[in-house]
């Protein structure tokens, strides 16, 4: 509507308004009266003579000794000053001959002319001759062939007499002959260029031909890609491409990733280029031009100001229309240059370079393809829309590929050429002439790493150092000035930087500097998040320190750079872990805190000399040391045969093929995410560009009369509708947020993430260590009975609740069969169960363990001597120890674990039939249950047993029983629950734990209702899936659980699954049914988290909070993932909180609704003050006006910076609400919000200006563009429209502000704003004071309520102090009666209180509420 209301107007206009015909009626409907005018009234008297000049007019006016000059000016030295300043030649570039000789009086006096008539030029030349005793004819300038009639006493014969000035006609247009020197030398060098570029296209395509016809050779040829391809497919692109493969090369254990194995490696595009000499002239011709674009206008604008010769405008032959349009042009054609340049500015140099094979080049362009993860609710269709024509321009100019170029090297010994990208070393294979990065593989097996012990020559590692690069994460964190500079080179600011140029053109430089200064401030904010942040990663990521490695069989001090895959290190206590590595001797406790979030120490022991398959981040992880983590303790082990085997470590990988490495890749260079929010803004970018357009043909047929004008006043509106704030608008609001988190004790690494998390609809949770406490408490025992003799029926004794009370191979178990271990200074560490249980036995870990003892653990006046042990892994769920009882001298395996898994290495014969009931139903009760078994494999040695797998150990063993835990939940995890349900957010628990604790917990939690139905599912033996009702123990048919899924089941009814049964419905491809009808999902391993993460996140923003470790995965993929650590440089995932309480959930959807709630006020407080300087701009086109510029500074430089920036500010609400705030930026309540201001400030400014020409003091006192040259903008302020659009627009500016601090719900209330609010305040008492008060210094700075000082002395008897330079308008002032500024006064108080009713009434509250019930949007419809 309002695009359509614009078109119309242009129909409607011309250069003057044509609703009303300027000064011809009075508000009565009369002819307006001619009025008295003082002023410069009489035209220029042109003589021949100056002894025909009127008295006192000619030489006699000057004073002694000086004469009349032909500029009419008095002076002793006439001879310098050039013709053209001869007013009597009517800025005619070339004056006729018959004007030649005329020479101009002295100007008239100020006259005043009792019904002065413009249009009646007659009457005033006959007034201005009676006036100063003229006698005679006097023609007009032009009229040559008129007779002339001299005063009778004239002294000259054949005299000529002209009038002149402002009756001078048109003069002829100036017109360049461009054989000007200035021009042939820009005709020169613009020839120049596109001759060196045409030669350089030409020459650059018979270089390239070879690599063309290749490429024609090989039919779907594509640019060199890091994808492998088959051989016979492939031949003509390797050696174009140099892809990756596995390939064995120097060494039998090296080989390059290939991508088809390596998921996380980029899929790459490259090209190799060879510098030219002719290339260079080329691109250093291309930065010349970039250059003398930007000096060539900057020459112009020095000589519109006089900097370049004595006077402005030499250049342009003292025309400044002809200035106007030189400048125009030379601006548009270095817009579209610099916009191309800046559009290719990755891929520039490169096109002055050959290219070639990338095993011949000097330089690789390197592309990889950005594509977006798309985040939100379905695109409408015209957002869609959008999106495709973004898509397709993208292609077309291939913007959605991040380009690098890197520069070939070669490595000092085997001259391997290599590259870094993305902190990688890429290096290329003759073999298949492809790049991919080298790894190492040493092995897949224990034994296969334990031959690596020997380390390493310097030869070997020498080779392995050129193939893999430097074992150092370098991150290019530019400092503040560089990142300043990249900011600045985009489009957005490129676009505002050149339109600064147009300001600081037209005498207008104050406003251009003001605006200038706003878009650095907004660059520099921008800069200042970006830097801190990427400083903040290259911390995290940049290590180096000494270590001792072994080469050639000795130890030898160096560098942790130096580190390659295959050297063995010592371990000391206190340093960093410096690359990946396999523990190969001593036992180490380490931090991983900063990369697991894991909070406390876990214990590394030494790989095992067996067949055992080594697998560092799954069943090896206890063996395994990860880069970024902290050693806090190395101590030695000393063998059965009294050897001491020291804490040292084998390098697995470095750099960023480590763990660490991946991290810090995924911050570094994320896959790009497009939040709905995102997607809407482009097309809302995309209107606001239109609606620019629209403004600026408006401006071209207002001013249709001066062009120039028309052209340079659009471009001012373009650049004021698209706020130079709005990048650093979304900013500000995630930058707050994080602050505020902070002081809460959560850090974030990834500020996007901060408004998803305003949006996330469902939160998964781990169970242990998150809703329930770190430790647990020892709850008591379950005893096979007569399990010493095995006699009577297999049953379980009673529940036995004191350990001392349990058997002694159940209390010998809970004293071995754990991974604690002690620290220094006696700090015990390990898993938490293990903690709780080893604390309950009361032993003592021994400082000196037995020679040949893992471990030596004194109980009960016992010394057991663990020989052997099996950690706990995810895949088993078990651990197991081998111990030497003294009392018998027997080896004795203990097993614990899951009773499930426990279960299938148990004898069966010891097996109750009512063991999986009796253990169900202690994990329904809370009970954390782990089954216990033994085996006793009597005296025998423990060489015997050095090479017996896991199942060798465990298989066999006796039932002992289930020592059982509970599992105590956090005080505060049933508030942080409720509130999350309150505020809309379904609840889900993800844990490795039995299904039946996991639903107990759950129902403590809050998760579900303590008294709802619980269907759970399973596989059973023959690998179906079967479900059973917890409570009643009754297996539930599927089509009861189909009910529950489709909704039409009664009752309150929640299912929960085990991580077979999850598995099961994935294979069967129905998990997408059943995942949001799952409350618990149970027995997850590590993977099984990930994927059920990524389930939950097709359906909606998904959350995830866990404690580190196994939950890593699921942590850094999910849309906003919080990790319970103790470290605030984790980098585990994008939020990690140093308080363990998932009330740190609440506030992340707390801050982060606010963030997104701010960040959308802002942005919509930067649309309105856009559109309503817009419509200030309209109205000044339609008008010719223009508020004065400390009107424009007072605007742009304070109220919309300031309040802006308050807006961001406004604090989060307390709690959350049931209601997410919108991320639409086109949805329903932002457009009822924006449009509605948008549409009451329009009515009101009509309806002011409805009241203006209502008012008799206004009609017949109207401006009148006709009188003056819009080009001098300074000159278009002192009339009443003026006064009447600023006063408006002032009240409007400052009250957008405070329309969008409205609504409560995701923020603070709009009072508890306080800066916003004194601001606001301010600038609304400053205004009224403005318009207020009688005329005064600040409303005279502004030219509104203020006059003339003489016409202030004469009609109202005000003598100001202060400098007022005199007004242009006809009646010297625009002073508004009293009574009717309050009037006035009264519209805009009334527009502010209805844009205010509108948004409480409408937008936000009653109607909003009442429209939302009636018609919800169609949303994710979950069950919380």
């Given at each position: 509507?309002?695009?359509?209301?614009?078109?119309?107007?242009?129909?409607?206009?011309?250069?003057?308004?044509?609703?009303?015909?300027?000064?011809k009626?009075?508000?009565?409907?009369n002819l307006?009266?001619?009025?008295?005018?003082t002023g410069?009234l009489?035209?220029?008297?042109?003589v021949?003579?100056?002894q025909?000049?009127p008295s006192?007019?000619?030489d006699?006016g000057?004073p002694?000794g000086q004469?009349l000059?032909?500029?009419?000016?008095?002076s002793?030295?006439?001879?310098d000053?050039?013709?053209?300043k001869?007013?009597?030649?009517?800025s005619?570039?070339?004056?006729p001959?018959?004007?030649k000789?005329l020479?101009p009086?002295?100007a008239f006096p100020?006259v005043?002319?009792?019904?002065?008539d413009?249009?009646?030029i007659?009457?005033?030349t006959?007034?201005?001759?009676?006036k100063f005793n003229?006698?005679?004819?006097?023609?007009f300038?032009?009229q040559w062939?008129?007779?002339?009639?001299?005063p009778?006493?004239a002294t000259?014969d054949?005299?000529?007499r002209?009038?002149?000035g402002?009756?001078?006609?048109?003069?002829p247009k100036y017109?360049y002959?461009?054989?000007?020197?200035?021009?042939i030398?820009?005709?020169s060098?613009?020839g120049?260029?596109?001759l060196i570029?045409?030669?350089?296209?030409?020459y650059?395509f018979?270089?390239?031909n070879?690599?063309?016809?290749?490429?024609?050779?090989?039919?779907?040829f594509?640019?060199a890609?890091?994808k492998?391809?088959?051989p016979?497919?492939?031949?003509?692109?390797?050696?174009l491409?140099g892809?990756a493969?596995?390939?064995?090369?120097?060494s039998k254990t090296s080989?390059?990733?290939?991508?088809?194995?390596q998921?996380?490696e980029?899929?790459l595009?490259i090209?190799?280029?060879k510098?030219?000499f002719l290339?260079?002239?080329?691109?250093?011709?291309v930065?010349?031009v970039?250059v003398?674009?930007i000096?060539?206008?900057?020459f112009w604008?020095?000589d519109y100001?006089?900097t370049l010769?004595?006077?402005?405008d030499?250049l342009?032959?003292y025309?400044?229309?002809?200035?106007?349009?030189t400048?125009?042009?030379?601006?548009?054609?270095a817009?579209?240059?610099l916009?191309v340049?800046?559009?290719f500015q990755?891929?520039?140099?490169?096109?002055?370079?050959?290219e070639c094979?990338p095993s011949e080049?000097t330089y690789?362009q390197?592309?990889?393809?950005l594509?977006?993860?798309?985040v939100?609710?379905?695109?409408?269709?015209?957002?869609?829309?959008a999106?495709r024509?973004?898509?397709?321009f993208?292609?077309?100019t291939?913007?959605n590929f991040?380009?690098?170029?890197?520069?070939?090297e070669?490595?000092p010994?085997t001259k391997r050429?290599?590259?870094?990208y993305m902190c990688?070393q890429?290096?290329?294979?003759d073999?298949?002439?492809?790049?991919?990065?080298?790894?190492?593989?040493?092995?897949?097996?224990?034994?296969?790493?334990?031959q690596?012990?020997?380390?390493?020559?310097s030869d070997e590692a020498?080779l392995r150092f050129?193939l893999?690069?430097?074992n150092?994460?370098?991150?290019?964190?530019?400092?503040y000035?560089?990142?300043f500079v990249?900011?600045?080179?985009?489009?957005?600011?490129?676009y505002?930087?050149?339109?600064?140029w147009i300001?600081?053109y037209?005498?207008y430089?104050?406003?251009?500097?003001?605006?200038?200064g706003?878009i650095?401030v907004s660059a520099i904010v921008?800069v200042v998040?970006?830097?801190r942040?990427?400083?903040?990663?290259?911390r995290?990521?940049?290590?180096e320190?000494?270590?001792?490695?072994?080469?050639?069989?000795q130890?030898?001090?160096l560098?942790t750079?130096?580190?390659v895959?295959?050297?063995v290190?010592?371990?000391?206590a206190?340093?960093?872990v410096?690359?990946?590595a396999?523990?190969?001797g001593g036992?180490?406790?380490?931090?991983?805190s900063?990369?697991?979030?894991?909070?406390?120490?876990l214990?590394k022991v030494?790989v095992?000399?067996d067949?055992?398959?080594?697998?560092?981040?799954?069943?090896s992880k206890?063996n395994?040391?990860?880069?970024?983590t902290?050693a806090t303790q190395a101590?030695?082990?000393?063998?059965s045969d009294?050897?001491?085997?020291e804490p040292l470590?084998?390098?697995?990988?470095?750099?960023t093929?480590?763990?660490?490495?991946?991290l810090?890749k995924e911050?570094?260079?994320?896959?790009?995410?497009?939040?709905?929010?995102d997607?809407?803004l482009?097309?809302?970018?995309?209107i606001?560009?239109?609606?620019?357009i629209?403004i600026?043909v408006?401006?071209m047929?207002?001013?249709?009369t001066q062009p120039?004008a028309?052209?340079i006043?659009?471009?001012?509106?373009m650049?004021?509708?698209i706020?130079?704030?709005?990048?650093?608008?979304?900013?500000m609001?995630?930058?707050?947020?994080a602050?505020?988190?902070k002081k809460?004790g959560?850090?974030?690494?990834?500020l996007?993430r901060i408004?998803?998390?305003g949006k996330?609809?469902?939160f998964?949770?781990d169970k242990t260590g998150t809703l329930?406490?770190e430790g647990?408490?020892f709850?008591g025992g379950l005893?096979?009975r007569?399990m010493?003799d095995?006699?009577?029926t297999?049953?379980?004794?009673?529940?036995?609740?004191s350990f001392d009370a349990?058997p002694?191979?159940?209390?010998?178990?809970?004293?071995?069969?754990?991974?604690?271990?002690?620290?220094?200074?006696g700090?015990?560490?390990?898993?938490?169960v293990d903690?709780?249980?080893f604390a309950?036995?009361?032993?003592?870990i021994s400082?000196?363990p037995?020679?040949?003892?893992l471990?030596?653990?004194?109980?009960?006046n016992l010394?057991l001597d663990?020989?052997?042990?099996?950690?706990?892994?995810h895949s088993?769920a078990?651990?197991?120890?081998?111990?030497r009882?003294?009392?018998d001298g027997h080896?004795?395996v203990?097993?614990?674990?899951s009773?499930?898994k426990?279960?299938?290495h148990l004898d069966?014969?010891?097996v109750?039939?009512?063991y999986?009931?009796?253990a169900n139903?202690?994990a329904r009760?809370?009970?954390?249950v782990?089954?216990?078994?033994?085996r006793?494999?009597?005296?025998i040695?423990?060489?015997e047993?050095e090479h017996w797998t896991r199942?060798d150990?465990?298989?066999?063993?006796e039932l002992v029983?289930?020592?059982v835990?509970k599992n105590?939940?956090k005080?505060?995890?049933?508030?942080a629950?409720?509130?999350?349900?309150?505020?809309s957010?379904?609840?889900?628990m993800?844990t490795?734990d039995t299904?039946l604790?996991?639903?107990?917990?759950?129902?403590?939690a809050?998760?579900?209702n303590?008294a709802?139905?619980v269907y759970?599912?399973d596989?059973?033996?023959?690998g179906?899936?079967f479900?059973?009702?917890?409570?009643?123990?009754v297996n539930v048919?599927?089509?009861?659980?189909?009910?529950v899924?489709?909704?039409?089941?009664d009752g309150?009814?929640?299912?929960?699954?085990?991580?077979k049964a999850f598995?099961?419905?994935?294979?069967?491809?129905q998990?997408?049914?059943?995942i949001?009808?799952t409350?618990?999902f149970?027995?997850m391993?590590p993977a099984d988290k990930?994927?059920?993460i990524r389930y939950?996140?097709e359906?909606?923003?998904?959350?995830m909070c866990?404690d580190?470790g196994?939950?890593?995965?699921?942590?850094?993929?999910a849309?906003?993932?919080i990790?319970?650590?103790n470290?605030e440089?984790?980098?585990?995932?994008?939020?990690?909180s140093s308080n363990?309480s998932?009330?740190s959930?609440?506030?992340?959807?707390?801050?982060g609704?606010s963030a997104?709630a701010?960040?959308?006020?802002?942005?919509?407080?930067?649309i309105?003050?856009?559109q309503?300087?817009?419509?200030?701009k309209t109205v000044?086109?339609?008008?010719?006006?223009?508020?004065n510029?400390?009107?424009?500074?007072?605007i742009d430089?304070?109220?919309?910076t300031?309040?802006?920036?308050?807006?961001s500010?406004s604090?989060p609400a307390k709690?959350l609400s049931k209601?997410?705030?919108t991320?639409?930026i086109?949805?329903p309540q932002?457009?009822?919000?924006?449009?509605?201001t948008?549409f009451?400030?329009?009515?009101?400014?009509?309806g002011?200006f409805?009241?203006?020409?209502?008012?008799?003091w206004f009609?017949?006192n109207?401006?009148d563009s006709?009188d003056?040259?819009?080009a001098?903008?300074?000159?278009?302020?002192?009339?009443?429209?003026?006064?009447?659009?600023?006063?408006?627009?002032?009240?409007?500016?400052a009250?957008?502000?405070?329309?969008v601090?409205?609504?409560?719900?995701f923020?603070?209330r709009w009072y508890?704003?306080y800066?916003?609010l004194?601001?606001?305040?301010v600038y609304i008492?400053?205004?009224s004071i403005?318009?207020?008060?009688?005329?005064n210094w600040?409303?005279?700075r502004?030219?509104i309520n203020?006059g003339?000082?003489?016409?202030?002395?004469?009609k109202?008897?005000?003598?100001?102090?202060f400098?007022i330079e005199?007004?242009g308008?006809p009646i010297?002032?625009?002073?508004?009666p009293t009574?009717?500024?309050y009037?006035?006064?009264?519209?805009?108080?009334g527009?502010m209180v209805?844009t205010?009713?509108?948004?409480?009434?409408v937008?936000?509250?009653?109607?909003h509420s009442?429209?939302r019930k009636?018609?919800p949007?169609r949303?994710l419809?979950?069950k919380?």
């Amino acid at each position: 509507m309002l695009i359509l209301w614009k078109i119309f107007l242009i129909g409607l206009v011309t250069a003057k308004p044509q609703f009303n015909s300027v000064n011809k009626y009075d508000a009565h409907g009369n002819l307006c009266p001619l009025r008295t005018r003082t002023g410069n009234l009489c035209p220029q008297l042109c003589v021949s003579d100056v002894q025909l000049c009127p008295s006192g007019l000619g030489d006699d006016g000057c004073p002694d000794g000086q004469h009349l000059c032909i500029d009419g000016s008095c002076s002793d030295a006439c001879g310098d000053i050039p013709a053209r300043k001869n007013p009597c030649g009517c800025s005619f570039q070339y004056p006729p001959e018959q004007s030649k000789d005329l020479k101009p009086c002295m100007a008239f006096p100020v006259v005043t002319i009792d019904q002065y008539d413009p249009n009646n030029i007659g009457k005033t030349t006959e007034f201005c001759s009676d006036k100063f005793n003229i006698s005679g004819e006097i023609p007009f300038w032009g009229q040559w062939s008129a007779t002339q009639k001299l005063p009778e006493n004239a002294t000259v014969d054949n005299g000529r007499r002209f009038w002149s000035g402002s009756e001078c006609p048109s003069a002829p247009k100036y017109r360049y002959t461009y054989d000007e020197p200035l021009w042939i030398g820009v005709f020169s060098c613009v020839g120049a260029e596109a001759l060196i570029l045409l030669l350089w296209v030409s020459y650059k395509f018979l270089r390239e031909n070879s690599v063309r016809r290749m490429r024609h050779r090989e039919s779907g040829f594509k640019a060199a890609t890091a994808k492998t391809m088959a051989p016979a497919a492939a031949d003509v692109s390797d050696k174009l491409e140099g892809k990756a493969q596995s390939l064995d090369d120097e060494s039998k254990t090296s080989k390059q990733s290939s991508s088809e194995s390596q998921d996380d490696e980029p899929v790459l595009q490259i090209k190799g280029f060879k510098n030219d000499f002719l290339g260079w002239i080329g691109f250093i011709s291309v930065l010349l031009v970039s250059v003398g674009w930007i000096v060539w206008i900057g020459f112009w604008i020095g000589d519109y100001y006089g900097t370049l010769g004595a006077e402005p405008d030499t250049l342009s032959h003292y025309n400044s229309v002809l200035l106007d349009e030189t400048i125009i042009p030379i601006w548009i054609f270095a817009v579209c240059w610099l916009v191309v340049c800046c559009q290719f500015q990755k891929r520039i140099r490169n096109f002055f370079r050959i290219e070639c094979l990338p095993s011949e080049g000097t330089y690789v362009q390197i592309e990889r393809e950005l594509q977006e993860i798309k985040v939100g609710v379905k695109a409408s269709k015209l957002v869609a829309f959008a999106k495709r024509v973004e898509e397709g321009f993208s292609r077309l100019t291939r913007a959605n590929f991040h380009v690098q170029t890197c520069k070939i090297e070669r490595t000092p010994h085997t001259k391997r050429r290599y590259f870094n990208y993305m902190c990688t070393q890429y290096v290329f294979n003759d073999a298949t002439s492809q790049y991919a990065p080298y790894n190492f593989d040493l092995g897949t097996t224990n034994a296969q790493l334990r031959q690596h012990a020997d380390g390493l020559t310097s030869d070997e590692a020498q080779l392995r150092f050129e193939l893999i690069g430097r074992n150092f994460i370098a991150v290019d964190a530019p400092n503040y000035l560089m990142g300043f500079v990249y900011e600045v080179s985009t489009f957005f600011y490129l676009y505002q930087i050149m339109v600064m140029w147009i300001y600081w053109y037209w005498n207008y430089y104050i406003v251009g500097l003001v605006s200038f200064g706003i878009i650095m401030v907004s660059a520099i904010v921008k800069v200042v998040v970006k830097v801190r942040s990427e400083k903040r990663v290259k911390r995290m990521a940049e290590h180096e320190e000494e270590c001792r490695i072994l080469r050639d069989g000795q130890w030898q001090t160096l560098s942790t750079i130096d580190l390659v895959p295959g050297d063995v290190f010592k371990i000391e206590a206190g340093a960093h872990v410096p690359c990946d590595a396999a523990v190969l001797g001593g036992n180490i406790v380490v931090d991983e805190s900063t990369l697991s979030g894991e909070p406390l120490p876990l214990k590394k022991v030494p790989v095992r000399n067996d067949q055992g398959t080594f697998d560092k981040n799954g069943s090896s992880k206890i063996n395994t040391l990860f880069a970024g983590t902290t050693a806090t303790q190395a101590m030695p082990t000393t063998a059965s045969d009294g050897s001491v085997s020291e804490p040292l470590g084998l390098c697995l990988d470095t750099g960023t093929h480590t763990l660490k490495g991946n991290l810090v890749k995924e911050i570094l260079f994320p896959q790009p995410i497009s939040f709905i929010f995102d997607e809407q803004l482009r097309l809302v970018f995309g209107i606001l560009i239109l609606y620019a357009i629209i403004i600026f043909v408006l401006a071209m047929v207002f001013y249709e009369t001066q062009p120039s004008a028309a052209f340079i006043y659009a471009i001012f509106s373009m650049s004021q509708l698209i706020s130079p704030l709005l990048p650093a608008a979304l900013v500000m609001g995630q930058s707050v947020a994080a602050s505020r988190l902070k002081k809460k004790g959560i850090y974030c690494v990834n500020l996007p993430r901060i408004t998803m998390a305003g949006k996330v609809s469902l939160f998964c949770f781990d169970k242990t260590g998150t809703l329930t406490k770190e430790g647990l408490e020892f709850y008591g025992g379950l005893c096979v009975r007569n399990m010493e003799d095995r006699i009577g029926t297999l049953e379980f004794d009673p529940f036995i609740e004191s350990f001392d009370a349990l058997p002694n191979h159940m209390r010998s178990a809970a004293a071995t069969c754990h991974g604690v271990a002690e620290v220094e200074g006696g700090l015990r560490i390990g898993n938490p169960v293990d903690l709780e249980m080893f604390a309950t036995t009361k032993g003592q870990i021994s400082k000196n363990p037995t020679p040949g003892a893992l471990d030596t653990i004194s109980v009960e006046n016992l010394s057991l001597d663990i020989v052997k042990r099996f950690e706990f892994i995810h895949s088993r769920a078990s651990m197991s120890v081998a111990v030497r009882d003294p009392r018998d001298g027997h080896i004795h395996v203990y097993v614990k674990g899951s009773f499930e898994k426990v279960k299938e290495h148990l004898d069966s014969t010891t097996v109750p039939d009512d063991y999986l009931y009796a253990a169900n139903r202690m994990a329904r009760q809370g009970g954390y249950v782990l089954a216990v078994g033994h085996r006793d494999l009597g005296d025998i040695s423990v060489d015997e047993m050095e090479h017996w797998t896991r199942d060798d150990m465990e298989n066999g063993s006796e039932l002992v029983g289930f020592i059982v835990f509970k599992n105590m939940l956090k005080e505060d995890t049933p508030q942080a629950i409720a509130k999350l349900k309150r505020g809309s957010t379904r609840t889900i628990m993800i844990t490795g734990d039995t299904a039946l604790t996991g639903v107990f917990i759950g129902k403590q939690a809050g998760l579900m209702n303590e008294a709802a139905t619980v269907y759970l599912g399973d596989i059973d033996k023959s690998g179906d899936i079967f479900w059973i009702d917890v409570d009643r123990e009754v297996n539930v048919d599927q089509s009861v659980v189909d009910q529950v899924i489709d909704g039409s089941a009664d009752g309150d009814i929640e299912l929960a699954m085990t991580g077979k049964a999850f598995n099961y419905l994935i294979e069967q491809d129905q998990i997408r049914n059943y995942i949001l009808y799952t409350r618990v999902f149970a027995r997850m391993l590590p993977a099984d988290k990930l994927t059920c993460i990524r389930y939950h996140m097709e359906r909606g923003i998904t959350a995830m909070c866990g404690d580190g470790g196994n939950d890593t995965a699921a942590l850094r993929t999910a849309h906003a993932g919080i990790a319970l650590a103790n470290n605030e440089a984790s980098i585990v995932s994008p939020f990690s909180s140093s308080n363990h309480s998932i009330e740190s959930c609440v506030e992340l959807l707390i801050q982060g609704r606010s963030a997104l709630a701010s960040s959308l006020a802002g942005y919509m407080y930067l649309i309105c003050y856009g559109q309503t300087m817009t419509v200030l701009k309209t109205v000044s086109f339609y008008f010719s006006i223009s508020p004065n510029q400390n009107i424009w500074i007072y605007i742009d430089a304070f109220i919309n910076t300031t309040l802006s920036l308050c807006v961001s500010y406004s604090g989060p609400a307390k709690r959350l609400s049931k209601y997410r705030p919108t991320a639409q930026i086109l949805g329903p309540q932002m457009l009822t919000s924006a449009m509605g201001t948008v549409f009451i400030n329009y009515a009101f400014v009509a309806g002011a200006f409805g009241w203006l020409y209502s008012k008799q003091w206004f009609r017949c006192n109207e401006f009148d563009s006709g009188d003056l040259d819009i080009a001098k903008w300074w000159l278009l302020a002192d009339n009443y429209e003026t006064v009447i659009l600023a006063i408006v627009s002032l009240f409007q500016f400052a009250n957008n502000a405070m329309v969008v601090n409205f609504g409560y719900l995701f923020r603070r209330r709009w009072y508890r704003n306080y800066p916003l609010l004194f601001l606001w305040a301010v600038y609304i008492s400053i205004n009224s004071i403005i318009l207020l008060a009688d005329p005064n210094w600040l409303s005279c700075r502004f030219r509104i309520n203020c006059g003339s000082k003489s016409v202030l002395a004469d009609k109202y008897d005000l003598h100001p102090d202060f400098y007022i330079e005199e007004y242009g308008n006809p009646i010297q002032n625009n002073i508004i009666p009293t009574g009717s500024r309050y009037e006035l006064w009264g519209i805009c108080i009334g527009n502010m209180v209805a844009t205010i009713l509108w948004q409480l009434l409408v937008a936000l509250y009653p109607v909003h509420s009442l429209t939302r019930k009636k018609r919800p949007l169609r949303r994710l419809q979950v069950k919380l």
